[in-house]
């Protein structure tokens, strides 16, 4: 927004010029404007609306591969009729995908919503683009553009806001969170992503409705969360979840971190130098703050993660990054050292060693940095050689060792697992023979670990 002031007899007027939507740079993809020019040709209204429209406030700078959402004024069934390859994505929503070019589309009716109860929006359709994006949640997102006339529909100053660094709730802020609940955090990831000042009546107004925050699904949370994490710096929106008393609700594991400001706007430093290619990592830096002892820090961040519905094999993916990021190796640790390290970590090294590349590179520690690539080297070759790491890389398995007359049961892991550390520390012991003659010779001497014969 341009402001101009003007002396007037007795008074300063602030007169706003508002900006209007640079089209030039709005370049949709050929489905997008497959999909727009059949909807027109069959009289429906088309219009690109949300991410992709936004995506050019500021003359497009800082663009990022936005969705290609449209919004229309033809119903479910019309638009149903009018593609061959469709898939009903929300129909009770109105929204119908369609395959174009090999890319997914969302075309969705004109909508108002008729009931909300802070999670869920019982909808009608409606009429008109302004009555649709009335019911949209900031004015930088209820941005329209027809591409088949050039039109711009912007009714709550979007490209203003946006200029002018601002992100505004569409309409009364209190309402409008009290609606959906998730607003909050969106709003959050708005801000953090184009890094712009909460306006002052959506700021109060989403402190206050932070309380209604446990009413979410986990999984949009979860859904939320996953998109920070992939932004850019996701630091910013983090920030404001911890600003804003977000962490009590959903991740109160983290509560007791958050005091110790300097550790943790330290590990927020870190969670930005991780690439947004992985977000599971960024997630576990996060974690890692729930506790100094690696099983402490993997049971408190095992229960947020259930809390938030990761599914098991990313909770496993997860969990294993925050207990193995502490102890690591050196360089001049032996190699009996890496591969027992690598054992223990298993599939997850990579990302480990990207955990502690971040911390050093956020904490401007080039030596250290430096020296985390020469131990990821040492690993890398320690890989190369192909030596066993787990149980299944022995040249003996479980029924070998029922053969030898060990009962079955717990004993046969116990001696797989004894036989792996020896093979760790000298690979040459991984033969047939020689694992069977130290079985025996285990087995002989009765040996059997306490827990076992405890249990007995
Ligand atoms: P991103 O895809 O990066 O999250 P986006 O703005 O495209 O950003 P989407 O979730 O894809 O967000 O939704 C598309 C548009 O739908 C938004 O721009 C907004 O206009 C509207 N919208 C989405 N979720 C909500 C919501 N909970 N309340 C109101 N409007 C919403
Ligand atoms: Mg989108």
């Known amino acids: 927004m341009v402001e101009a002031f003007y002396a007037d007899e007795s008074l300063f007027a602030v007169v706003r010029t508002f900006m209007t939507l640079d089209t030039s740079v709005l370049k949709p993809p050929d489905g997008f404007i497959e999909i727009a020019n059949r909807l027109e040709q069959a009289g429906f209204k088309a219009w690109a609306v949300g991410g992709a429209v936004r995506a050019a406030c500021g003359g497009g700078k800082g663009k990022r591969e936005e969705d290609w959402d449209i919004a229309t004024e033809a119903r479910p069934e019309e638009v ?25 589309y969302e075309v969705t009716t004109f909508r108002r919503d008729v009931k909300t109860d ?6 009608t359709f ?15 997102n209820a941005i329209a553009w ?40 969106r ?49 910013s929106a983090l920030c404001l979840y911890t600003e804003f008393d977000v962490l009590p609700h959903w991740y109160p594991e983290l509560v007791n971190a958050s005091s110790s400001h300097e550790i943790w706007d330290a590990s927020f430093d870190a969670i930005d130098a991780i690439s947004c ?13 729930t506790g100094e002892d690696a099983v402490v820090r993997r049971a408190a961040s095992l229960s947020l993660l259930n809390r938030l519905k990761f599914s098991n094999a990313q909770r496993g993916v997860i969990g294993n990054l925050v207990e193995h990021y502490l102890p690591f ?49 040492l690993l890398h070759q320690e890989k190369l050689q192909n030596h066993p790491l787990k149980v299944q890389d022995l040249d003996i398995n479980g029924d070998d060792i029922l053969k030898l007359g060990v009962p079955p049961g717990p004993m046969v892991g116990f001696l797989l697992e004894h036989l792996l550390k020896k093979v760790l ?10 694992l069977i003659a130290e079985t025996r010779h285990l087995f002989e001497l009765g040996v059997v670990p306490e827990s076992l014969s405890s249990d007995a």
């Not at 953090?192 to 925050?213: H, I, Q």
Request: hydrophobic share 35%; aromatic share 6%.
């Open 277 to 289: 290619r992985h977000p599971f990592v960024r997630l576990a830096r996060w974690l890692i703050q």
């Open 80 to 104: 149903g009729n009018l593609f061959s390859r469709t898939v009903p994505i929300g129909v009770e929503h109105g929204t119908i995908g369609v395959l174009c070019h090999d890319d997914l």
């Open 329 to 377: 190796v050196n360089a001049l640790d032996s190699p009996k050292r890496h591969r027992q390290w690598l054992s223990e970590v298993g599939e997850s090294w990579r990302d480990v060693i990207r955990l502690h590349v971040a911390d050093a590179r956020s904490a401007k520690l080039e030596r250290r940095e430096s020296d985390i690539l020469v131990i990821w080297r």
């Open 187 to 235: 709003g959050m990831r708005f801000a953090g992503r184009f890094d712009l000042k909460l306006e002052e009546s959506t700021a109060n107004a989403m402190r206050e409705a932070v309380g209604g925050l446990p009413r979410l699904s986990a999984e949009r949370v979860r859904e939320e969360l996953m998109k920070v994490l992939t932004d850019q710096t996701p630091s």
């Open 118 to 123: 802070g999670r869920h929006a019982q909808v």
């Open 146 to 185: 027809r591409p088949r006339t050039g039109d711009v529909r912007d009714p709550f100053d979007g490209v203003s806001d946006f200029d002018d660094r601002v992100l505004r709730a569409v309409g009364t802020a209190a309402r409008r969170f009290k609606e959906d609940y998730l607003r909050v955090l």
């Open 425 to 434: 520390e000298d690979p040459r012991k991984n033969t047939c023979e020689t």
């Open 126 to 140: 409606a009429d008109s683009i302004e009555e649709d994006l009335a019911r949209r949640d900031f004015t930088i």
